[in-house]
Each structure stands twice: as structure tokens, then as C-alpha cells.
């Protein structure tokens, strides 16, 4: 109709499969699709169909015995879909033979996961990263393509075009990457710099599973201006705001990127500039969707990944959040489970003051208690010291600063040569 406005194309319609195998960890889920489906709906797919086979292993043809294959078949026929989105990291091969012998696009989990990384990515770091996670993707998968040129060593019959196009390819993705990795090194080695250099407040960082709501709880906790949806991977960059606690002190609050079970090696890699703000955290919140059944696998999930990130030693709390969404039996048992953990509703507001102090007591349990005099004429110190610290009590004694207050060692350390610059005296506090 003439004047209308643009109309969205359809969404592509899907069948999603799996092959459940003894190490697989998807077979502990309560639906093992689930994790698959919500990635192709955060694709912006159409889930219209659902595949599970059980076996020892892949099949190394097509993942998919012969029989399943048949009725995967058929389902995408019945079903009118045009791609098949496999719970698996297909070889080459396995790709090639399953989109000949279905006649169907196929795409498999991880390049799945490039897909939305890429269409989410604003930022020109999270764009790089996306570039060099699909590059490396590519560079495993070339050199699988060409393994029986590698066997062959060269011999005869095997010179020629075919060697000097694997040769080229390499050649070609491996600049690309290495460029790609030095721009990355100098964006994150620029951020290290600057982030050694501030005197910023201390950083508490919330980590967890993709959808867990840590998006939603950043906006209610700082009425920062986030995007917030019901769907896997909303963020990937990293979103940094002031946050006052109750006690007048002030952290800076980081959102960073969801984690999802088996998240592919390479984009953690990738991806490791936009953690930085998780390494170098003061305090984690690992914030757990309560309701959801599978929240001990989605746990483990999250904990690998920090292992990997090199974050496993920083202090954490957990955060146990949609608790609107729990029954009174249902409540008892997760605080028997987690004993040590928040129960929060970001929804209600229900135990977001809990949070609150319990940020502020695992803020004051590493804390060094100081005496502090400052004298005149050192305003700078005494505007860092309120910025940084918890002041207990302060006055001034004559034209001298004095407060007793509770300040961390990182903040401690950074502030030793202003302290001896101007004269100023401290006393750690006992008890």
C-alpha cells in the first residue's frame, strides 16, 4: 500500500538438533534444546522444529546416524525450514555431508554464536573481537579442509594450484589475525594503563549466565540507561556506572557479557579486552537466575569460564536474583542450598538493600581501618580519600584533616607517595 512503512522480513524458520553423547553437558539439562533454541531465537530464527538423538558419539559422517538424518529430513520438509542449527561444533566434512544429504543451510553452535556476537557488537572493540573470533574459526576449519593435502607431502599430483591456494589462505588469515590481535593488545593495554593510573572507586563487576538479569539489575541499581532483554547475549560491551552504596561510598558498577555453557574457547579469547574490567575487579557478583532448574549446571558453566579468564581467585558473592518467581518451599530450599548467598528480586526490589550490605561488608572484610591526619594545604589528598574510603567519623583539628576511615590496599598503596609528598600522618586502627 503506497505510503506504508517498511514491514520486517519474516524470521527464518529452524529445526534445532542435538546429539546427546555420555560427555556432553547439555544431557544434565532439564531440556537440553533449551540453550540452543534461545541462541537461535536470539539469531532472530523461528524455532519450528526439535531433534535429539542419543548416541556414544557423533557419527563422524554427519554427526547424525542415517535413520535421524531421515527424519530430520523430513521434519524440515513438514516443517517448511530452510536451515538446520546443530548443537555441536561440525567438522567441515560433517557440515558438507549433512547440507548434501538434507539439501538444507547448516549451521552449528558456534558459528551460531559469531552470528549474534556479530549483529550485537556496537562498539569498535567489540567489533574487532567479533572479526578475530570468526577469523580463527575459519583458520581451524581451513586447516581440517586440507589435511590430505598435508598427508600427501607435497607428492605427485598435489603441486600446484591447490597447495598454493591452502598456502595463500593461510597466509592471508593469519595477517589478519595477527593485525587484528595487535590492535586488540594496544586497545587493551591502553585500558590497563588508564585503569592503573585513575583513582577510580572500587570496581565490583557482575558476571553470570547469559539472561541471568544482570542488565536489569545494573539499571535498577545505578538507573543506568541499558539495553534490557529477555534474550541471550543483550550485551556484549562492557558497561561501566557509579553506584552509591548505602553507607555514602560509591563503587563503580561493570555489566559484561553473558557466559553460556561450552562457550567456544576462541571467543573467550577473543573476547578477553572486554573482561578486562572482570579481572581486574575489586569484587564479583555472580548473579543466578533462582528459578531456573538447571541453575547448578548454568553455575559450573559460569565458574570454567572465569577459571579460564584467570578470575577464579577474586572474591565473589553470589546473587540468587528472580526470586518473585519462587514459591515459598522453593525459597527455603535455595537459601539451604546457598547459604552464603543474596536473594534478590531485580523486579520487586525485594533484597536489593540485603545486597547493598552485603557489598559493603565484603568491601570492609579486605579493608585496611586507618587514622588519618592531613594537614593543610593537601586538599587533593583529603577529595581522594573521601572518594575512595569509607569515612567513619572526620573533623578538623585546628587547620588538620582528621578521620578515621576504612580504605582498600589497592587505594592504599596508590595514595602512599601523596602521603609522604604532604606531610600526612596515619595510624592503622586495631580491632
Not at 544431557?27 to 538423538?53: C, F, T, W, Y
Request: aromatic letters at 4%; proline letters at 4%; one cysteine or more.
Amino acid at each position: 500500500m503506497k505510503g506504508s512503512l517498511p514491514t520486517r522480513p519474516p524470521a527464518e524458520q529452524v529445526v534445532v538438533a542435538a546429539v546427546l553423547s555420555p560427555d556432553s553437558q547439555a544431557l544434565e539439562a532439564s531440556d537440553p534444546l533449551a540453550e540452543i533454541e534461545g541462541l537461535a531465537v536470539a539469531a532472530g530464527a523461528q524455532v519450528v522444529g526439535r531433534v535429539i538423538q542419543r548416541r556414544p558419539k557423533p557419527h563422524v559422517r554427519t554427526a547424525f546416524g542415517p535413520g535421524k538424518i531421515e527424519e530430520i529430513a523430513a521434519l524440515c520438509k513438514a516443517r517448511h525450514a530452510k536451515v538446520l542449527v546443530v548443537d555441536l561444533d561440525l567438522s567441515p566434512s560433517q557440515g558438507r555431508n549433512l547440507e548434501k544429504d538434507l539439501d538444507l543451510r547448516v549451521i552449528d553452535r558456534t558459528e551460531l554464536i559469531l552470528d549474534i556476537f556479530a549483529n550485537r557488537a556496537r562498539s569498535r572493540q567489540a567489533k574487532l573481537q567479533v572479526e578475530l573470533a570468526q577469523l580463527q574459526y575459519l583458520r581451524s576449519r581451513l586447516q581440517r579442509m586440507w589435511t590430505h593435502l598435508e598427508r600427501t607431502g607435497g607428492g605427485i599430483g598435489t603441486r600446484g594450484p591447490g597447495e598454493t591456494q591452502l598456502e595463500t589462505d593461510r597466509r592471508i588469515i593469519g595477517q589478519k589475525i595477527s593485525d587484528l590481535k595487535r590492535r586488540l593488545a594496544h586497545i587493551e593495554e591502553r585500558s590497563r594503563r588508564r585503569a592503573e593510573d585513575r583513582l577510580d572507586p572500587n570496581t565490583v563487576s557482575l558476571v553470570g549466565y547469559t539472561n541471568a538479569g544482570k542488565s536489569s539489575l545494573l539499571v535498577e541499581l545505578t538507573g543506568a540507561n541499558a539495553y534490557v532483554a529477555d534474550q541471550l547475549f543483550a550485551t556484549l560491551d562492557t558497561r561501566v556506572r557509579h553506584w552509591k552504596l548505602g553507607d555514602g561510598r560509591v563503587v563503580m558498577l561493570a555489566d559484561t557479557v553473558g557466559f553460556v555453557r561450552e562457550l567456544p574457547h576462541h571467543l573467550v579469547a577473543s573476547f578477553h579486552a572486554t573482561l578486562e574490567e572482570t579481572l581486574h575487579a575489586d569484587l564479583l557478583l555472580h548473579v543466578l537466575d533462582a528459578s531456573d532448574p538447571d541453575r547448578m549446571l548454568n553455575l559450573r558453566a559460569v565458574d570454567q569460564v572465569l577459571q579460564e579468564l584467570g578470575a577464579g581467585e577474586i572474591p565473589t558473592l553470589l546473587v540468587l536474583n528472580k526470586a518473585d518467581l519462587l514459591d515459598e518451599a522453593e525459597r527455603i530450599a535455595i537459601c539451604a542450598e546457598f547459604p552464603e548467598a543474596v536473594l534478590i528480586s531485580v523486579n520487586t526490589r525485594e533484597g536489593v538493600a540485603d545486597l547493598d550490605a552485603a557489598i559493603a561488608a565484603q568491601l570492609d572484610a579486605w579493608s585496611l581501618h586507618m587514622e588519618v591526619s592531613v594537614p593543610s594545604g593537601a586538599g587533593k589528598l583529603v577529595s581522594d580519600l573521601q572518594r575512595v574510603s569509607r569515612i567513619e567519623n572526620e573533623h578538623y583539628e585546628g587547620s588538620d584533616w582528621k578521620a578515621r576511615l576504612r580504605i582498600g590496599p589497592r587505594h592504599w598503596g596508590m595514595l602512599q607517595n601523596e602521603f609522604d609528598r604532604v606531610g600526612a600522618d596515619f595510624l592503622p586502627v586495631s580491632g
